[in-house]
Each structure stands twice: as C-alpha cells, then as structure tokens.
C-alpha cells in the first residue's frame, strides 16, 4: 500500500457523461498530481495542486477539471466523456511544490511521486 | 522532439542475468532530476531509484542502480540478478527545472516491457 488512496478502482460509464474521480494523498504530502495512461499516448501529466492551488497544468482536456480541498483530497472531474477518455487515472503525490522551488538537482530527490494504484475507466 | 526516449519496447533475460534499460533524456535545463518507475501486471506505479543532474556518482537502490551519464543524456536502469518478480513495464521519468515550460510534473517515456523466463 503506498498511502495513496484512489476510489473508484473500476468504473464503466457511457459516451457523454460525466464522472468524479478522488484521490486522498499520503499522509504529510501537500502535492497531488494527476496522471492519465492510455495504450497509444502513454503517461500524460494533466495537473498538479499544492496545497489547495494549482500549481502546474499539463495535457489536460477543458472537458476535464480538478481541484483539491482543504483536507488536500483531491478530485478530478471528467465530463461530456467520449470512448477516447478510457484509460488508466493515477493520481501521485509528493511533499514539496517541486519544479522551480528547487534549483538544485539533489533536492529533486526529497519530490519523489508516490502514485495511487489508479482508476481505470471505460467509457462505452 | 520527445524528452524521455525509451528505445526498447520490449525485453526478454534469463532469469539471474544482469539486465540494462536504456533511457535517453532531452533537456536544456542545468538542474533535473531523473526518475525510473516500475509498472508490474496490477497495474500500480512503483518508485524505483532517483538521480539528481547534480549527483557525480551513480544512484544504487538494491539491486537496481542507475548509470548516469550526463554528457550523452543517458540514464540507463541497470538490475543485477534478476528474478520473476522483476518482469513488469518499466519507465523512466524527468523533471526539469525552474525553465522546463512551468510543468512540475514529470515527463514519462513509453515504457520497457521486461519478462524474466526460468
């Protein structure tokens, strides 16, 4: 168990529906990450929070949206879903904002992701 | 041009042999750090060994160690005898700094598929 909790595991919905996905990172972790791994585009970063803001935004859809809440869970919403949208969500954590906070490659070390053991949805 | 090339797709070793996974990176950056995960069958993403672009000596984690060689942007995932248990998806990972276009997340290669045969 990594510490990083992610509910649903499975879910299986329909083309254009909407769907919640949430995460609760490990314990003393301040960041939460989002992950998405499909067959043919590998592991996309979406976005990361820290500490209740966004703090880094990658290959996220408008479709999509996240946020995290004060008790630093996190939720990452995915609606009008199309039969692409199917995929693996992982969410990670870490303790630090990480990036540009740390000028120094050595305190990469101390951001290390720590990932959930995913929610894989299908979309039909 | 892609940041983490993983240029095996796909890996077959005699279980006890060494085994070498290559990963070359792209980076402008002076200050990154590179990461390799370890995906088995279930699916989790399992944190394996970090190098800081800093570090002068090679990262070791058990049986795993991590030949860095920054000069030809190449960190290579190395595992000494190896076992069953090691055949999985095995990814190599970056995170640039402060200039690496303001994602703090990190940038994944494609993945080596590892089987370990008796």
């Known amino acids: 168990d990594s510490g990083v909790t992610q509910t649903p595991k499975h879910l299986i919905t329909a083309t254009g529906q909407r769907v919640t996905l949430r995460c609760s990172p490990r314990?003393?972790?301040?960041?939460v990450y989002w992950y998405q791994q499909s067959l043919d585009q590998g592991l996309q970063f979406l976005i990361q929070?820290?500490?209740?803001?966004?703090?880094a935004k990658g290959n996220i859809l408008e479709r999509f949206s996240a946020q995290q809440f004060p008790d630093l869970h996190s939720e990452l919403n995915l609606s009008s879903l199309e039969l692409g949208d199917s995929a693996l969500y992982f969410c990670?954590?870490?303790?630090?904002?990480?990036?540009?906070?740390?000028?120094?490659?050595?305190?990469?070390?101390?951001?290390?992701?720590?990932f959930g053991a995913g929610s894989r949805l299908t979309v039909l | 041009a892609q940041k983490i090339t993983q240029t095996q797709p796909g890996m077959f070793v005699q279980e006890k042999e060494a085994v070498t996974l290559d990963c070359t990176y792209d980076?402008?950056?002076?200050?990154?750090?590179l990461f390799w995960y370890k995906q088995p069958s279930s699916g989790e993403m399992i944190f394996l060994i970090y190098?800081?672009?800093?570090?002068?000596q090679n990262a070791t984690e058990g049986r795993y160690s991590l030949n860095f060689q920054k000069a030809r942007k190449s960190a290579n995932l190395v595992i000494s005898a190896s076992q069953l248990g090691d055949s999985a998806m095995y990814f190599c990972?970056?995170?640039?700094?402060?200039?690496?276009?303001?994602?703090?997340?990190?940038?994944f290669g494609k993945g080596t598929h590892l089987i370990i045969q008796p």
């Open positions: 314990s003393g972790d301040l960041s």
């Open positions: 990670a954590s870490s303790v630090d904002p990480g990036g540009g906070d740390h000028g120094q490659g050595a305190l990469f070390g101390a951001n290390v992701l720590t």
């Open positions: 929070y820290y500490n209740g803001e966004e703090r």
């Open positions: 990972a970056m995170r640039e700094g402060q200039t690496g276009g303001g994602a703090d997340g990190l940038t």
């Open positions: 190098q800081g672009s800093y570090d002068e």
């Open positions: 980076t402008s950056d002076q200050s990154y750090g």
